[in-house]
């Protein structure tokens, strides 16, 4: 029978420490609400202090939404924007952070009803069935993007999809084909552990709307998305064993090794590369891309370890006489199964160093 402390029965510091637990919650209760109060009166640094706790995650939701981490970034600003001059608007009936969630997540609907999806080689045609040697960017597509999620929590609310599930690559893109509602709807629920009565609130609609929403949008990320949940599969693998398949692969890359590499990699294998528009399916295509391109066809390359959409990562630098170093290339994000390699999506461009803090260059 399990006993429950009470009176005398208590445990030595077990009422203290409750009552600890209850003052500093109390505590910080009370001062989140003197900064609301001071907040409402004008007061900028009042605001910051209640919105910065919640900005990593508030900005994580704006990139599922969108896509992109520039995108991410420009709509979190305008959402604290839009969250500060209409503060007199929140009557404190729920929490602060359902009501910063309401204004993100509309900001993003606006962002999404003007500027439309973001893709993947993907979702633009079949893979290719032979290696193209002078594959040009396209520029005219909105490519998704890859997220730097250092910091990123893995705690918190959570439904269906984990915190740190929800970035993974596969799940992003599988968004991108949701309309702007069901795409609010699912993160909302399924991420965010939001009711349907309160994300019906958000965005104006009813209940039965949302459950609507919701149903269609699990469809879509079912057949979009079936291997979705990949960081079950990492957990599976030690850490001991997921560094060195990283290695294994930026090594191979810097030695020229395309068997070694090809080894790393499953039977049915995808290698994308945005913004270019081709892409290859399967350990055949895929081994004559690597041994023509990157391998074969490339300068000698340098790389740096990180990650990406909750997945290992490695940004890979390409040697470039006139500089004399090794220029930012490209950062390559690793989806595995197992112990394998089951996508490399090679997300070109120099601009997406900075948002992981990686140099320009390596000597």
Known sequence: MECSYAGSDSPPGAESSLVDEVLATSSAEGAEDADLTRARAGDGAAFTRLVEPLRRELHAHCYRMLGSTHDADDALQDALLRAWRGLAGFEGRGSLRSWLYKVATRTCLDTVESRGRRALPV?????????????????????????????????????????????????????????????????????????????????????????SALARARRVIAEKSPEHGRQQALRLIDDARLRQVVADYAGALERGDADAMVALLTEDVTWSMPPLPHWYRGIEAVADFVARVPVGGCPPWRHRVTSANAQPAVACYLWDDDAGAYLAWAVNVLTLRGDLIRDVTSFVGAEHFPLFGLPASLP
Do not use: C, K
């Open 123 to 211: 979702d633009l045609g079949p893979a290719a069935d032979r290696t193209v040697l002078d594959d040009v960017p396209l520029t005219d597509v909105a490519w998704l993007g890859p997220y730097p999620d250092a910091g990123l929590r893995d705690s918190g609310p959570a439904g269906r999809y984990a915190q740190r599930e929800a970035v993974e690559l596969a799940f992003v893109a599988a968004l991108q084909h949701l309309p702007g509602n069901q795409r609010a709807a699912l993160l909302l629920f399924e991420v965010l552990g939001f009711a349907a009565a309160e994300i019906a609130a958000m965005m104006g609609t009813s209940a039965t709307s949302v459950n």
